[in-house]
Nanobody, 115 residues
Framework: QVQLVESGGGLVQPGGSLRLSCAAS????????MGWYRQGPGKRRDMVAS???????NYGDSVQGRFTITRDNVKNTVYLQMNSLKPEDTAVYYC?????????WGKGTLVTVSS
């Protein structure tokens, strides 16, 4: 059983930066890919960024060039560095782990971009 705990959300002004963290525990060896998704008010949950165990990354079109996903395999933690934040980035950000038998989700952390 994999547990995911996100942290790092908060209120930031447009143009600012935040770094989200997702710490994984339990069943770590079964995880292939980890990623971040987000769900804004009244919107569907969309993929923001993902990273495989080998370090291959993938980004959503709206965050390409502004967000960077990294992975620390020693700490079992995935990070999302978010720069040049826009009001439309406001959402609950969820961490997801793709494991061998099933996928796991964290509870989410709220990011609000507002002046």
């Amino acid at each position: 059983q994999v547990q995911l705990v996100e942290s790092g959300g908060g209120l930031v002004q447009p143009g600012g930066s935040l770094r989200l963290s997702c710490a994984a525990s339990g069943g770590i060896s079964s995880i292939n890919r980890m990623g971040w998704y987000r769900q804004g008010p009244g919107k569907r949950r969309d993929m923001v960024a993902s990273i495989t165990s080998s370090g291959r990354t993938n980004y959503g079109d709206s965050v390409q060039g502004r967000f960077t996903i990294t992975r620390d395999n020693v700490k079992n933690t995935v990070y999302l560095q978010m720069n040049s934040l826009k009001p439309e980035d406001t959402a609950v950000y969820y961490c997801k782990a793709d494991a061998i038998l099933q996928d796991y989700w964290g509870k989410g952390t709220l990011v609000t971009v507002s002046s």
